[in-house]
């Protein structure tokens, strides 16, 4: 039944066993986010250091926790409403700010990168505050607890901002931190305590669809990296066997993770009587290690394509090796999460890469390349057949 409050009106109706589709506006707010993955994966290339490596990831980090919160937002409110679907405009402006501050956040356009991810943080929470009827007391106690934590960490951040050089980067993760830890505080806040589980009840099939779909941005950003660089370049037999070996790749990727993955994952949340607690663990948490996973691989294959031929420089082991074990270790656990056990073909494949790893640095680029694929298409190859019995298609 539809809300008799005007304002919650702007919550979707869920029907009882009936999935609530992902809307237009939604995968039209996605698309800040390919820019957004693509702007991470460059600066990586360009900053393959130690420290580079801890400024990316905690901007990927970021990048990841404005996007899911979105998410969950959109999972109660019908962006289909025109001020939910105003929202998610005025979210991509600030996400657009956001993904073009990425490249120089650490130098010129740190308050930039700050402000438009504050913004987007607390102006979104303050927005599902207010839409949510003073009936639904308990809606409305969990949005006041987000908001008190991200206007807590919006302090850190934008003190950051402000900063410079190394104390930029220690507010930042002081910021990133207390955003990351409050969901398993459960966002205890003085007066209203700690939020029960209860109140954190998702439609699971969206919310699966949603990270899916935050899945095939990431491999979409890879094959549109790998088809401009391989444009761009004169075609050899080692390039194009590069090209080869990161589109099947890919393909890999995309069947390790869709062909039983999502889909069981989206039956089990849909079923589970605390899908909140699912939502939280399962796509939360276990998807980031996924998705650095993919954003890895594609730095990998842009070094390769470059330079295939030679000896692979460490940097090229690290992100060809490291990208699909990040990867894998997320699809395990996040089968784990869903499915109650570790997947054998996953494991297998993660000791696969740590043996590869030992002796990647006397393999050419190319040749790297196409073993790290042919671990991948076996791992997929092996799954597919183990659980064929297992789990009937839909």
């Known amino acids: 039944m539809a809300e008799e409050n005007p304002r919650g009106a702007m919550f979707r109706v869920i029907v009882p066993n009936q999935h609530s589709r992902v809307t237009n506006a939604e995968l039209f707010f996605d698309l800040v986010f390919v820019f957004a993955v693509t702007q991470l994966s460059h ?3 360009g900053r393959f250091t130690p420290l580079g490596a801890v400024q990316v990831t905690l901007l990927f980090l970021a990048v990841w926790w404005v996007w899911v919160y979105t998410t969950w937002v959109t999972n109660w409110l019908d962006p289909d409403q025109t001020p939910v679907r105003i929202l998610l405009f005025l979210l991509m402006l600030g996400g657009l700010v956001l993904s073009t501050s990425i490249p120089t956040a650490f130098e010129g356009r740190g308050l930039w990168f700050t402000g438009a991810y504050a913004a987007m943080q607390v102006g979104r929470t303050l927005f599902w505050l207010l839409a949510t009827p003073s009936h639904r007391t308990l809606v409305r106690h969990n949005a006041i607890r987000i908001l008190v934590w991200l206007c807590g960490s919006a302090v850190f951040w934008i003190l950051g901002g402000l ?5 930029r980067l220690w507010l930042w993760i002081a910021a990133l931190t207390i955003e990351y830890v409050s969901p398993v505080a459960r966002f205890w806040t003085p007066g209203l305590g700690f939020s029960s589980m209860e109140a954190w009840t998702v439609e699971g099939g969206h919310m699966a669809e949603r990270c899916a779909g935050f899945i095939i941005i990431a491999l979409g950003e890879a094959i549109v990296v790998d088809g401009a660089t391989f444009a761009e370049l004169t075609w050899t037999p080692a390039n194009v066997t ?3 070996a990161a589109l099947v790749g890919s393909i890999a990727m995309w069947w390790i993770y869709f062909h039983r993955g999502a889909e069981a994952g989206s039956e ?3 079923k589970s009587a605390q899908s909140g607690r699912v939502a939280r663990l399962a796509y939360t948490y276990l998807h980031m290690p996924i998705v650095a996973g993919i954003i890895l691989t594609a730095v990998a294959d842009e070094l ?9 420089d460490l940097k090229t082991v690290l992100s060809a090796v490291g990208g699909p074990v990040l990867f894998l270790v997320g699809t395990i656990l996040f089968k784990q999460a869903i499915r109650g056990f570790l997947q054998l073909s996953h494991g297998v494949g993660i000791i696969a890469f740590a043996v590869l790893a030992w002796f990647a640095r006397d393999l050419s680029p190319v040749m790297l390349s196409a073993l790290t694929t042919a671990i991948l298409v076996i791992v997929a190859a092996w799954e597919s057949l183990s659980l064929g019995s297992k789990v ?3």
Do not use: Q, R, Y
């Open 43 to 45: 600066m990586l290339l």
């Open 163 to 167: 900063a410079e050089g190394e104390t």
């Open 242 to 244: 590069a090209f080869l």
């Open 268 to 270: 089990m949340i849909s």
């Open 304 to 312: 390769v394509l470059k330079h295939p031929n030679g000896h692979s």
């Open 392 to 394: 009937s298609d839909p």
